[in-house]
């Protein structure tokens, strides 16, 4: 008989996935498989158990936010590629930014019938240093307002909740002079957020990263926002990423397998919504195909 490993965060968005348990073990074991059940107690932990347990697994399926996602890739990046398993997902967070890029249903139940029914497509993941990532690192402005947002409040309100503390940065927006190595190029100016992205969507917005975002073509798709000097750059930045306006000189978006980003002050990094630590050089790269992830 196939082997399962089930992870889910109980607490991820409104709960929700509480009241769907018994429907999703139960077709999960009609659907052929013995299955091992963890209930995540924090993101070091789950990436852990991960680690752990899926050398035997035929599957690993996760359901949570993209946190609990984040978690669940760094746990099976841990195992070697020839005993590495597929990953399915069953979105049940706030926001759920990796799973518009899989093209997941938001229903908990079809979501679960994709996870185990679905053949899995190979997935680039993206390398921090000594830590990986499934959709965006980046620094500046609305990047941090996921792991800043309290979890009461992203039940109560969904995403409005992150509307809310992302309206709230904005009163402490701060720009950092950085240096970005990619390629044979180098760019060094103000920057009031640095986007290193494999996704459709980042904070719940669509569109940022642009158009013509493949998962599994070997490139990052990377966005720079320099600092606007006045309301009216503001407001010209804005129209760029959320309204299709013209390009501006403010927003700088390519492509790339490798990046670099040097500060002579710390940055605070998030990755994947979660907090990655103050850093003065960070080197990025991306692994190409590096996990088979079921996917619509």
């Known amino acids: ?42 993101t070091g932990d789950t990436a852990w158990e ?5 050398w035997d697994m035929d599957l690993v399926v996760v359901s949570g936010g993209d ?4 978690a669940a890739v760094s746990g099976l990046m841990q195992v070697p590629a020839e005993r590495r398993p597929p990953l399915g997902y069953i979105p049940a967070g706030t926001t759920n930014d990796f799973a518009k890029s899989l093209r997941l249903p938001k229903d908990i139940q079809k979501a679960a019938e994709v996870a185990v029914t679905l053949p899995p497509t190979p997935t680039d993941i993206g390398r921090f240093e000594d830590e990986y990532f499934t959709y965006v690192a980046g620094f500046g402005a609305f990047t941090s307002v996921s792991y800043l947002t309290p979890q009461d409040s992203k039940n ?3 995403h409005q909740a992150y509307i809310f503390e992302g309206l709230k940065s904005l009163a402490e927006i701060k720009s950092h002079h950085v240096k970005v190595i990619f390629g044979t190029e180098e760019i060094e100016d103000d920057f009031l957020i640095c986007l290193v992205t494999n996704s459709v969507s980042v904070a719940g917005f669509k569109k940022i990263s642009g158009r013509d975002v493949e998962l599994d073509d070997g490139l990052f798709e990377v966005v720079l926002i320099r ?11 804005v129209q760029e990423l959320f309204l299709d306006e013209e390009p501006n000189n403010f927003v700088q978006r390519f492509k ?4 670099r980003f040097v500060s002579e002050e710390p940055i605070d ?3 994947d919504g979660e907090f990655g630590g103050s850093r003065t050089d960070v080197h990025i790269g991306i692994c190409k195909s590096a996990l088979d992830i079921v996917r619509k």
């Open 1 to 42: 008989m196939k082997r399962l490993l089930f992870v889910f965060n109980p607490y991820a968005g409104k709960t929700k996935i509480k009241s769907k348990l018994s429907w999703i073990l139960d077709f999960f074991i009609k659907q052929g498989f013995n299955v091992e059940v963890y209930v995540t107690q924090d």
């Open 50 to 54: 991960i680690s752990r347990r899926a």
């Open 67 to 70: 946190g609990t996602m984040n």
């Open 156 to 158: 109560m309100l969904g």
């Open 227 to 237: 600092d606007p000097k006045n309301p009216l750059d503001l407001t010209r930045v």
């Open 256 to 259: 790339t397998d490798s990046i």
């Open 269 to 271: 990094w998030v990755l």
